[in-house]
Nanobody
Framework: QVQLEESGGGLVQAGGSLRLSCATS????????MGWFGQAPGKERDFVAA????????MVADSVRGRFTISRDSAKEMAYLQMNSLRPEDTAVYFC?????????????????WGQGTQVTVSS
């Protein structure tokens, strides 16, 4: 079992930045891909970014490319989402997730473990 806990959300003005963190604990292993998903009110949970176990491969959604960066520190069992140039449409609850194996998943069902989420609100 793997536990995930997000932090770093908050209220920020458009154009601002936030850095989300995801701490992992439990039966952790470096052989997990980590992902971030965002869920806006009344909408489905959407893929934002994913990174493989070594940090050597990463991918981000088209909507955030050039603004958001995913990274991880496997030694510290942490994953991060750096969010720059935030827009009001980025407002959502952001969840981190872990998936065993080497594949970078973009669908929620590909991830076995989820955190509780952290709220990000971007004001215009």
């Amino acid at each position: 079992q793997v536990q995930l806990e997000e932090s770093g959300g908050g209220l920020v003005q458009a154009g601002g930045s936030l850095r989300l963190s995801c701490a992992t604990s439990g039966r952790t292993s470096s052989n997990y891909a980590m992902g971030w998903f965002g869920q806006a009110p009344g909408k489905e949970r959407d893929f934002v970014a994913a990174i493989n176990w070594s940090g050597g491969r990463a991918m981000v959604a088209d909507s955030v490319r050039g603004r958001f960066t995913i990274s991880r520190d496997s030694a510290k069992e942490m994953a991060y989402l750096q969010m720059n140039s935030l827009r009001p449409e980025d407002t959502a609850v952001y969840f981190c997730a872990a998936a065993p194996g080497l594949r970078l998943g973009v669908k929620g069902y590909e991830y076995d473990y989820w955190g509780q989420g952290t709220q990000v609100t971007v004001s215009s």
